[in-house]
Nanobody
């Protein structure tokens, strides 16, 4: 398994949850790391992504200001801290990696990501 996501669970609206993604990728710093999510009956959507050096971070409008993505290269781990959770954040969250071939550019489209983890379920109750 190259990407192992963990930390999902059930939380009440307004609460917080943290996800982790442990990567067994060679040359971890060559990858942009991201999170996508897929709610029941909906398409997979971009959540957040971070460049290899934590310098560039992108967020979807729906999570901006509430979620924070970060990575620790020494541990080959990417994090997603989720605050002020809403019921509409309920989804399976997928960790993903894209080989950085454009000098730190952080993509937001799923097709640009090469490696996908198995997903972890986040349920936000109202």
């Amino acid at each position: 398994v190259q990407l192992q996501a963990s930390g999902g669970g059930v939380v009440q609206a307004g609460g917080s949850l943290g996800l982790s993604c442990a990567a067994s990728l060679r040359a971890f710093t060559r990858y942009v790391m991201g999170w996508f999510r897929q709610a029941p009956g909906k398409e997979r959507e971009f959540v957040a992504a971070v460049s290899w050096n934590n310098f560039t971070k992108k967020y979807s409008d729906s999570v901006k200001g509430r979620f924070t993505i970060s990575r620790t290269n020494a541990k080959h781990t990417t994090y997603l801290k989720m605050n002020s959770l809403k019921p509409e954040d309920t989804a399976v969250y997928y960790c993903t990696a894209a080989l950085d071939s454009r000098g730190g550019f952080v993509p937001v489209d799923a097709y640009e990501y090469d490696v996908w983890g198995q997903g972890t379920l986040v349920t936000v109750s109202s």
